[in-house]
């Protein structure tokens, strides 16, 4: 099992009661979302919109806003691929399941993650 499920639930109810919660896209990310769509401006910065439990297999994901046209493209990535700011109220619980998750990861792939 890869995620703790009561942490879990108890941290995406935390991020959903979090107004106005922001984070900055990995360069992987950023470099993927222009790939996807490359008439799109990619801030560095997005708006947490929406907080999604995909299971074991994609964890906790996030759909991002980026503050221009909502209706032209949804994003969603997983909350591993996001980078919060350390004055964030939620930042240790969220860079716990992080760390955590990605460690968990890293060893059920056998470290090819």
Known sequence: ????EEKTMQLITAMAETPSLTARLSPELKQLIRKKDPSIVVPNTCTIAKIIYT??????????EFGHDKEKASFFASITHLIFDRRCPLYRQIAGYQKHRIKKLKKQ???RY
């Open 1 to 4: 099992m890869i995620d703790h």
């Open 109 to 111: 792939s056998g470290d």
């Open 55 to 64: 299971g074991e297999e994609g964890g906790i994901t996030c759909e991002l």
